[in-house]
């Protein structure tokens, strides 16, 4: 059981209306992470502010990854479960998904996809990256980019954090 409950558009306070409005009109319904944020309008407006800067620059196949590898980590199966389907979204297929754990062994994932993963997997144990990765990510990634998955990664963490924090519950 949640421990704040999501709240429904019209209870929600007037700052948090127009967003969780917004959020169901592009996903055709209102997610409870979203709806349970709103309690707090301008956490609720940083986190989707955060979450379309996102959809900028890095290839989408690139974001999902990460965002699906940090979530993996953090057994934090309300991400996870929305995340996979954006990931098959973005061209990541089942297999790819399924070797996620062991991706460093895997053939399934070429080198830059296999930086991505390094990097989110570092990123999300330790808050700290080897220099030898970024160097990687920068072979095929402009500085904008990293700075994305850099955000990527910290949403992700973040997004876990205040879904565990809070036993928010898929619908």
Same mark, same amino acid.
């Given at each position: 059981?949640?421990?704040v409950a999501p709240l429904q558009t019209n209870?929600?306070?007037e700052k948090s209306q127009p967003i969780l409005k917004a959020i169901e009109k592009k996903f055709g319904q209102s997610l409870n992470i979203f709806s349970t944020a709103a309690h707090q309008p301008d956490v609720l407006g940083g986190l989707t502010q955060i979450n379309d800067g996102l959809q900028n620059d890095l290839p989408a196949k690139y974001r999902e990854l990460a965002y699906f590898k940090?979530? !993996?980590i953090n057994r934090c199966d309300y991400c996870s479960h929305y995340h996979q389907q954006a990931a098959k979204q973005a061209g990541i297929s089942d297999e790819q998904l399924?070797?996620?754990d062991n991706f460093a062994?895997?053939?399934v994932f070429?080198? !830059?996809e296999k930086a991505v993963l390094r990097y989110t997997e570092q990123l999300t144990r330790t808050a700290q990256v080897d220099t030898q990765v970024v160097e990687q990510l920068k072979a095929f990634l402009d500085e904008p980019q990293l700075v994305t998955l850099a955000a990527a990664v910290a949403l992700a963490n973040f997004t876990n954090r205040f879904n565990h924090g809070l036993d928010i519950e898929l619908p």
């Amino acid at each position: 059981m949640p421990h704040v409950a999501p709240l429904q558009t019209n209870d929600a306070p007037e700052k948090s209306q127009p967003i969780l409005k917004a959020i169901e009109k592009k996903f055709g319904q209102s997610l409870n992470i979203f709806s349970t944020a709103a309690h707090q309008p301008d956490v609720l407006g940083g986190l989707t502010q955060i979450n379309d800067g996102l959809q900028n620059d890095l290839p989408a196949k690139y974001r999902e990854l990460a965002y699906f590898k940090a979530s !993996q980590i953090n057994r934090c199966d309300y991400c996870s479960h929305y995340h996979q389907q954006a990931a098959k979204q973005a061209g990541i297929s089942d297999e790819q998904l399924a070797a996620i754990d062991n991706f460093a062994d895997s053939d399934v994932f070429d080198d !830059q996809e296999k930086a991505v993963l390094r990097y989110t997997e570092q990123l999300t144990r330790t808050a700290q990256v080897d220099t030898q990765v970024v160097e990687q990510l920068k072979a095929f990634l402009d500085e904008p980019q990293l700075v994305t998955l850099a955000a990527a990664v910290a949403l992700a963490n973040f997004t876990n954090r205040f879904n565990h924090g809070l036993d928010i519950e898929l619908p």
